[in-house]
């Protein structure tokens, strides 16, 4: 059972994604309005993406952002990349968990409010 589980583990080992990456969990916006801002970087190169989210008018543009400048830091400091040679190779944004809230009706009665959340990933990879 051990040797079994060791080959399965280097075989995991070596199927790894190995590019930067960084996750953003549990935002506070609903994934539909990330993923306006999301498309809008997809396929370009970090500068061009930074540049964009810089002058994107959204509220999901500062995490979006922060998520991208984290992938970037990753990809420095733990793979030895150059910035200049990354581009957004993936970017998605889940559905995370949901807050249920409910909201006083007519009658005694009550409605409820589904506030939703986001996680935002952001995969990186060099020219």
């Known amino acids: 059972m051990a040797t079994r589980e060791k080959v399965k583990a280097a075989r ?3 199927n790894k994604d190995r590019r930067p990456k960084a996750i953003a969990k549990d935002i506070r916006i609903s994934p539909q309005k990330v993923r306006a801002v999301i ?3 997809r396929g370009k190169s970090y500068d061009e993406a930074v540049a ?3 002058n994107t008018n959204r509220a999901a543009s500062p995490v979006v952002l ?4 984290s992938a970037k830091a ?3 400091v733990n793979l030895g990349m150059s910035a200049d040679r990354l581009y957004v190779a993936e ?3 889940d559905a995370g968990p949901i807050l ?3 909201i006083p009706r007519a009658k005694g009665g009550a409605s409820g409010i589904h506030k939703r959340t986001s996680r935002v990933t ?3 990879n060099e020219r």
């Open 122 to 124: 952001v995969i990186l």
């Open 100 to 102: 249920k809230r409910f």
């Open 12 to 14: 995991r080992a070596e």
């Open 39 to 41: 498309d809008l970087i």
């Open 91 to 93: 970017i998605y944004a």
């Open 52 to 54: 964009i989210l810089a």
């Open 66 to 69: 922060k998520a991208l400048n």
């Open 74 to 76: 990753n990809a420095e």
